[in-house]
């Protein structure tokens, strides 16, 4: 079965330090997604992307972060100067028609 | 602002029986719904979804039920298994492309 893979699956970093995080989406999907989990709370939605451009971001997906599609395979995450409350489960997402499949995750640490 | 509310944090039930899964919502604007499994360590997985012009949906063991005018719906489970023991999440969406609202989680734990 396809599956979204995630990279990698636990990241440590240092406050203000910038993050990538990588999603290999399944192949013929054309809508992209990251979500978020902070430890104990609710997922939540950060952005969505279709078509090379971001079609919806919530309050959350603020100037720190960016997403892009650099090579038509992966999909990618970006937050320039990490805060401690960064630190969360980060989903990466994939969708055909409806019902976007998840990546595992990467844990998000910054310390 | 909980536009996605689940009320029940988390279920027990005995093995062979029902789990009924409880989700809530306040935005008339969402016309779909999912159901979602999670395991420790890993990423939710899809298990069934609705559109609002339905009010049930079936799937081997797993329906959904809808109730528009109540703005609720449920995941039924039946029979239950000691391997459907996990976080299940409900999400809505304002159309089946838009970004999903996620519940809190129900952790149900099926005992054999």
């Known amino acids: 079965e396809p599956e979204v893979t995630q990279t990698p699956s636990h990241q440590v970093t240092q406050m203000g330090q910038e993050v990538i995080l990588r999603c290999v989406p399944i192949s013929n999907h054309l809508y992209f997604y990251w979500y978020r989990q902070i430890l104990g709370q609710k997922v939540e939605f950060l952005v969505s992307?279709?078509?090379?451009?971001?079609?919806?971001k919530s309050e959350i997906f603020d100037d720190q972060f960016s997403v892009e599609r650099p090579d038509g395979s992966n999909f990618t995450l970006k937050i320039r100067s990490t805060k401690l409350e960064d630190s969360a489960m980060y989903f990466c997402?994939?969708?055909?028609?409806?019902?976007?499949?998840f990546g595992s995750g990467t844990r998000l640490t910054v310390v | 602002d909980q536009q996605v509310k689940q009320n029940s944090p988390s279920l027990s039930v005995q093995e062979g029986r029902i789990s009924i899964l409880n989700c809530d919502y306040t935005?008339?604007?969402?016309?779909?719904f999912l159901w979602y499994k999670k395991y420790p360590a890993e990423g939710p997985t899809f298990l069934i979804s609705i559109s609002s012009i339905k009010d049930k949906n079936e799937d081997g063991r797993f329906t959904v039920f809808l109730n528009k005018s109540a703005k609720h719906l449920s995941l039924h489970i039946v029979p239950s298994q000691p391997g459907d023991s996990a976080v299940y999440f409900c999400?809505?969406?304002?159309?089946?492309?838009?970004?999903?609202?996620f519940g809190k989680g129900t952790k149900l734990s099926v005992k054999p």
């Open positions: 992307f279709y078509n090379n451009e971001i079609s919806e």
């Open positions: 999400a809505a969406s304002a159309r089946s492309q838009g970004n999903l609202i």
């Open positions: 935005n008339s604007m969402f016309d779909y």
């Open positions: 997402a994939s969708s055909g028609y409806r019902d976007p499949t």
